[in-house]
């Protein structure tokens, strides 16, 4: 949150400063004097202002839906691009360049510089693709070659994922294959119990339901469903294994069998319940 808020007031204070700018520019050229190099300066800060004020628009749209999420990123990526585009060639026109005729002029140039930006386009053509084939959004959990997190941003050319320790990995779109998207469906979170042999299994069984409703009745912003008892597990060197799994949301993948590990062990302890632990017998002659 202290991040975001830092950022917001970057970003006023950026655009304060570009305003300022580009109003002095203004007045320069209108009463003091005027020159081509000081027409692209007040061009390229008025693109500048324009491109952090589309961005400013985007930021307070805050959409919720993942979908949302990505077309905003997307744009405001895209601005970018269009800005320093736009930049380029009005500077160029405004020079007195024939911007026109460079573009036409350049077709062999532009074949070699292809090829040796070949990984460039292919992010950028990778990264509409995804667009429109709705592979993954902003928001979604994803896993991509062995990491895991939430898809923080997706631009024209990179990707960046978060991960549950802040750390952000910026991939780039051509390198986004065989990706594991874990927001497509719930997860399940399994946990398992041991019991003393000596307990009596049937008994046990008919009390787990009204366990199973009350652990869920405590936890219902965690757990999608209540729990549910699958049966036994294992028979353990010191006891029954008994295996319960519940479904949830995958950002709560980890933290819902911490909870269930938590409300079965106090819920078997009311039920008079002890989990077994190992045990050595000692024959003195």
Sequence with gaps: MKKQEADNRGRIIRILIRIVLAAGLYAVRRWVWTHPILDVLLMTAVVLLCADLIAAVLERLDPRAHRSRTLVTLLKSLTRYVAALVILCWGLSILGVNVSTIVASVGVVALIVGF?????????????????????????????????????????????????????????????????????????????????????????????????????????????????????????????????????????????PRILNRELLLGFRRLGVECPFPQLDVHNR
């Design 116 to 256: 040796g930006a070949e990984s460039l386009i292919a992010d950028v053509v990778t990264g509409i693709f995804m667009l429109f084939e709705n592979q993954y959004n902003v928001g979604d959990i994803v896993e991509v070659n062995g990491f895991r997190g939430t898809v923080k941003e997706i631009g024209i050319r990179t990707t960046q994922i978060i991960d549950t320790g802040k750390n952000v990995k910026i991939v780039n779109n051509s390198d986004m294959k065989n990706i594991l998207n874990r927001s497509d469906d719930a997860s399940f979170a399994v946990s398992s119990i041991d019991i003393p042999y000596s307990t009596d299994l049937e008994a046990l069984e008919m009390k787990i339901p009204g366990l199973m409703e009350e652990i869920y009745s405590v936890h219902e912003d965690t757990m999608l469903a209540a729990p549910r008892y699958l049966g036994v597990q294992e028979l353990g060197a010191s006891g029954v294994t008994l295996r319960f799994i519940v479904e949830v949301t995958e950002d709560r993948i980890f933290s819902a």
